[in-house]
Every structure is written in structure tokens, then in C-alpha cells.
């Protein structure tokens, strides 16, 4: 992991892991189903037992997103979100609830903002760095320098059929967490979560890791339980959005409970 510069999210993660199983990482995105109630549903669930906040910026090619999440960023996007938004939502939600929030974005729209201006605004926002799905760290360099000199986290991802170097370039590369994709293929909850996270996680420690979250198909508080079994976070999205599209914030607050009790060590 860089050691650059400190980590608002490690510092969390790694505290949740002292005091209990481990972190419960949450996923919306902005503008979903409108701005305001995406900042209500973020703030409901640093209220209801999420330790870190990613928040999606909805994109038009979500090549990495299930059904659930695609469905969601298209109904914010046709509703009017522009980038700018994702800044907005970040500001309010630090504001009201004091949560480390990464933003979660393709890297397209980061390079036509401008990676250093959209670092500053991010920082300006309250924000704790990005989460970057298809930008791998050797050709990162400028996002690189620019969280740096910020002092923002970056997250890359690491996935089952990486090779050994890809691998440590991501755990090199990555401060807050390395974001292991428990299963090959696109988002989405599924019953069970695969068996390969935890041997790719086990990869990431052998790599130097000490920070490593698994996403990708946790949808119940037992498959959190499950993957603090071995790592130091569990990241869950589809059944959150899913949540929020079908019974509003006080239904994805209540979601987020229940699978906050997946953290608790007994």
C-alpha cells in the first residue's frame, strides 16, 4: 500500500477490524433516483452501520455493473446528472454524517474533466479519493501524482484471474484498501459469494496487503460475516440500490442494518 500520505479510509477500516469483525463498505450512486434522495439514502446508511461510503458516478458505458446498478445510473443519467453533481452529493454528504466517502468512477469522465482539477474539487467536496474499475496502475501515472499531491486514497481492483505482478502493482499502487472483485463478470447480488475471493485475498496478503475489501455479489449479512472471515471489508451495492429503487431510503437504511450485524465478532 503507498504510504505516501495518510488514509482517512484505512484509518476506519483498520479500526473496525480492532473493534469488531471488520467494515461494511456501501455503494449507491449519486443521482439515483434524484440527487436529493441519493444524499438522504448515503446519510441513512452512515447511520445505519456503513463505515465507508462509495458513491457511483453514473456513466454511460457501465461495463462492470449488474442489472441493478445499470438500471440505476441510466435513471439518474436520464434524469439530468452531470458530473458536477457527483462533487455536490459528496459535499452534502460529509457534511451531515462524518464518513470517509470514495467516489467510484469510470476514467473516462476523470480525463475529460481534468485529472488534477477534478482531484481539487474532489478534495474541496470533503471527498477521500476514488475508486477507479477499468484504470489499471501502470497507466495511472497522472492520477497517481495528482492523489499524492492531494492526499487522496486510490483504489484499484484486483480480480481472480490477475497474474502475480498485476497483483502487487495494485497493492503497490492502491491507499485505503485493494478492492478484490470476489467473482469474474459484472456486479450483482448472488447467493453464494464465490469461493475465489478469499484465495485471491490470501494473493493480496502474500502481496503485501493490508488493506483488502471484497465486492461484487454480498447481498446478506451471513455472506459479510462470511467474508470478514478473511478480509477486512465487505463491500456491498446491488442489494443497497436495490433497496433504495424499491422502498426509498428508510428501505435501504434498514438494509444497511441488517447487514452491518454481518460485522459484529461473536
Avoid: H
Avoid at 476506519?12 to 443521482?31: F, S
Amino acid at each position: 500500500m503507498s504510504a505516501v500520505v495518510g488514509s482517512r479510509v484505512a484509518d476506519v477500516i483498520a479500526r473496525r477490524n480492532a473493534e469488531d469483525a471488520g467494515a461494511l463498505v456501501g455503494y449507491l450512486p449519486a443521482g439515483f433516483p434524484d440527487l436529493r434522495t441519493s444524499v438522504d439514502a448515503a446519510v441513512a446508511l452512515a447511520e445505519n452501520g456503513v463505515d465507508v461510503i462509495e458513491l457511483g458516478l453514473p456513466y454511460s458505458d457501465p461495463v462492470m455493473d449488474g442489472a441493478v446498478i445499470q438500471a440505476a445510473t441510466q435513471q439518474a443519467l436520464g434524469a439530468g446528472f452531470r458530473l458536477r453533481d457527483g462533487f455536490t452529493a459528496v459535499r452534502e454528504i460529509t457534511a451531515r454524517v462524518d464518513i470517509p466517502v470514495l467516489v467510484m468512477t469510470y476514467w473516462n469522465p476523470v480525463l475529460q474533466y481534468g485529472v488534477d482539477r477534478f482531484a481539487d474539487d474532489l478534495v474541496e467536496a470533503g471527498g477521500a479519493g476514488l475508486i477507479t474499475p477499468d484504470l489499471i496502475p501502470d497507466e495511472g501515472a497522472d492520477w497517481l501524482a495528482a492523489s499524492d499531491r492531494a492526499g487522496l486514497d486510490r483504489v484499484f481492483l484486483a480480480a481472480p484471474s490477475s497474474t502475480d505482478t498485476r497483483l502487487k502493482q495494485a497493492v503497490d499502487a492502491s491507499r485505503g484498501f485493494v478492492y478484490a472483485v470476489s467473482t469474474m463478470g459484472i456486479t450483482g447480488a448472488r447467493t453464494d459469494v464465490d469461493a475465489a475471493a478469499r484465495t485471491l485475498v490470501g494473493r493480496l496478503r502474500e502481496a503485501g496487503a493490508t488493506s483488502a475489501c471484497v465486492g461484487l455479489g454480498i447481498s446478506s449479512a451471513a455472506q459479510v460475516a462470511e467474508v470478514l472471515e478473511y478480509a477486512d471489508g465487505a463491500i456491498v451495492g446491488s442489494a443497497l440500490v436495490k433497496a433504495l429503487g424499491d422502498g426509498g431510503v428508510a428501505e435501504a437504511g434498514r438494509v444497511a442494518a441488517a447487514l452491518a450485524g454481518g460485522t459484529s465478532r461473536s
